[in-house]
């Protein structure tokens, strides 16, 4: 078995480049949306993106859709605040798809044992913008973002790069760079 884990994270533009590749999609349920007697509060559960028909998916109702469907898929994800985690190939070769992720139900937020690769990206607050509203600490699913004293505190070692802090953020001072 390969070192690498199989998911890693990635901003919604990284992962645009990557569908630019692709012209067939298939979806299926999400495993840990399905497995969640409670059931996701956050979004959907087919919101597994898929690129190839005949490798399998962690959940059931695999179908092929079109590029439309995936733009939904894209649009909720974003709305919802969901985390790309493109996955890959069991050669870890290539990238086979995406999940869409939550603090809610998702596997990897909530058993730490679960293994997922640092996306490319990392984020950089300019702290002198920063007006400590703590938008950015309620879309960070992955804590590196908190509230102390009032005043906005970044880890960024705890940092995944996904860029949700900065797509919610109303004064624009976050920014994504490649990770050094």
Same mark, same amino acid.
């Given at each position: 078995?390969?070192?690498?884990?199989?998911?890693?994270?990635?901003?919604?533009?990284?992962?645009?480049?990557?569908?630019?590749?692709?012209?067939?999609?298939?979806?299926?349920?999400?495993?840990?949306?399905?497995?969640?007697?409670?059931?996701?509060?956050?979004?959907?559960?087919?919101?597994?993106?898929?690129?190839?028909?005949?490798?399998?998916?962690?959940?059931?109702?695999?179908?092929?859709?079109?590029?439309?469907?995936?733009?939904?898929?894209?649009?909720?994800?974003?709305?919802?605040?969901?985390?790309?985690?493109?996955?890959?190939?069991? %050669? !870890?070769?290539?990238?086979? +798809?995406?999940?869409? #992720?939550? @603090?809610? $139900?998702?596997?990897?937020? =909530?058993?730490?044992?679960?293994?997922?690769?640092?996306?490319?990206?990392?984020?950089?607050?300019?702290?002198?913008?920063?007006?400590?509203?703590?938008?950015?600490?309620?879309?960070?699913?992955?804590?590196?973002?908190?509230?102390?004293?009032?005043?906005?505190?970044? %880890? !960024?070692?705890?940092?995944? +790069?996904?860029?949700? #802090?900065? @797509?919610? $953020?109303?004064?624009?001072? =976050?920014?994504?760079?490649?990770?050094?």
């Amino acid at each position: 078995m390969s070192a690498v884990p199989m998911h890693y994270v990635s901003t919604r533009e990284e992962f645009s480049e990557i569908l630019k590749k692709h012209d067939r999609f298939w979806v299926s349920s999400c495993g840990c949306r399905e497995g969640n007697e409670a059931g996701c509060k956050r979004s959907r559960k087919d919101v597994c993106l898929i690129f190839k028909g005949d490798i399998g998916s962690s959940g059931s109702g695999k179908k092929e859709v079109t590029r439309a469907d995936v733009d939904a898929i894209l649009k909720e994800a974003e709305e919802k605040r969901l985390v790309t985690r493109p996955f890959r190939n069991d %050669d !870890r070769t290539d990238v086979d +798809g995406s999940c869409f #992720c939550c @603090d809610d $139900c998702c596997g990897y937020f =909530i058993d730490p044992k679960e293994k997922c690769d640092k996306g490319a990206m990392i984020e950089t607050t300019k702290v002198e913008d920063c007006t400590d509203c703590g938008a950015c600490v309620d879309a960070c699913h992955f804590k590196a973002r908190k509230m102390a004293d009032g005043k906005l505190a970044v %880890d !960024r070692e705890q940092c995944y +790069g996904c860029g949700l #802090c900065r @797509d919610v $953020c109303p004064t624009d001072c =976050i920014e994504m760079f490649p990770r050094p």
